[in-house]
């Protein structure tokens, strides 16, 4: 046997009853937050080893980033059976990992980099000013002064 609660003229069981609460609750609660957009600050652009990353780097640290990408089919093992999703990287690469689905082949050094890079996340970012305001280094990337 269900238990039920009469609620605004309906029998409703104590579960609905419970739903009802919670979903008027956080409907209650709920605020809206817009964040101000984060770029890179001042000397830094968007690395973009992969679409969405903003991690800040020198100019030239995106310059190998992109250059990594465009080298990766060069760097996978040919003698592999295995395709670990794309295959395995050659015997003196490593997968780049610059986000866990990161799986361009890159040297020791390059490696080295993306985790140095990564650690500086924090202090490579910014808050961006206004969007026409927004100066932009004069490449076209995002920075903030």
Known sequence: MTATV???????????????????????????????????????????????????????????????????????????????????CKTTYSWRQAYMGDYVCVNSSQLSQVAVDDASFRSHVGICPPSPSRPTAGRGFNTCY
Request: charged letters at 20%.
């Open 6 to 88: 009469r609620f605004n003229g309906k029998n409703m069981r104590a579960q609905q009853l419970l739903d009802l609460a919670s979903k008027q609750i956080l409907d209650f609660t709920e605020e809206s937050l817009t964040l101000p957009p984060i770029c890179c600050a001042p000397t830094y652009v968007p690395r973009a080893a992969f679409e969405g990353d903003d991690v800040g780097v020198p100019l030239a640290d995106r310059a190998a980033a992109l250059a990594e990408n465009a080298a990766a089919a060069a760097n996978y093992s040919t003698n592999s059976t295995k395709s670990i999703p794309y295959g395995v």
